[in-house]
């Protein structure tokens, strides 16, 4: 493990900004919210192998059996870090069809309700949106801890 979630988080925020295409690879030209956490692995020297094309709407356990594929560990949500990449669910309670990385204060994710990646506070909203969360196994843990205010 040659990097932490601080650098991983580093390296999401400078996605921030990055407009929404499905399928997207590209920092500041368009990327999607797996395309995200597969980019910023790349920017880290990790390759997790993509699976390009996936629907824009996956059907239910597609993401979470993608993954399970590229060895992100599952963990119990109460143990969840900063760093940690979360499922949500959208539509359909309980099933997974959205990625994003928690913060210690909230998630960067690749949203279309804004068309790009933001980062923003974790709201009622999005924490009761959480299904699963997942944790790279070839990043250490860094030293900040989740303070969410909800």
């Known amino acids: 493990m040659n990097y932490t979630t601080d650098k991983l988080l580093?390296?999401?925020?400078?996605?921030?900004?990055?407009?929404?295409?499905?399928?997207?690879?590209?920092?500041?030209v368009g990327i999607d919210c797996v395309g995200l956490v597969i980019c910023i692995h790349a920017e880290l020297g990790i390759v997790l192998k993509d699976s390009i094309p996936y629907p824009q709407s996956p059907p239910p356990g597609m993401l979470d059996q993608?993954?399970?594929?590229?060895?992100?560990?599952?963990?119990?949500?109460?143990?969840?870090?900063?760093?940690?990449?979360?499922?949500?669910?959208?539509?359909?309670?309980?099933?997974?069809?959205?990625?994003?990385?928690l913060t210690e204060s909230g998630l960067i994710h690749?949203?279309?309700?804004?068309?790009?990646?933001?980062?923003?506070?974790?709201?009622?909203?999005?924490?009761?949106?959480?299904v699963s969360v997942r944790r790279s196994k070839d990043i250490a843990p860094g030293k900040l801890e989740i303070q969410w205010q909800l």
Not at 67 to 95: C, M, N, V
Request: aromatic residues 12%; charged residues 25%; contains cysteine.
């Open 10 to 28: 580093s390296v999401a925020r400078q996605y921030v900004g990055t407009p929404y295409h499905h399928e997207g690879r590209v920092k500041g």
């Open 66 to 101: 993608h993954l399970k594929e590229r060895d992100l560990q599952l963990i119990p949500r109460k143990y969840a870090k900063p760093g940690d990449f979360a499922t949500f669910w959208i539509t359909h309670p309980g099933s997974s069809v959205h990625l994003g990385i």
């Open 110 to 130: 690749c949203y279309t309700g804004m068309g790009k990646v933001v980062e923003h506070w974790m709201n009622r909203k999005w924490h009761r949106r959480i």
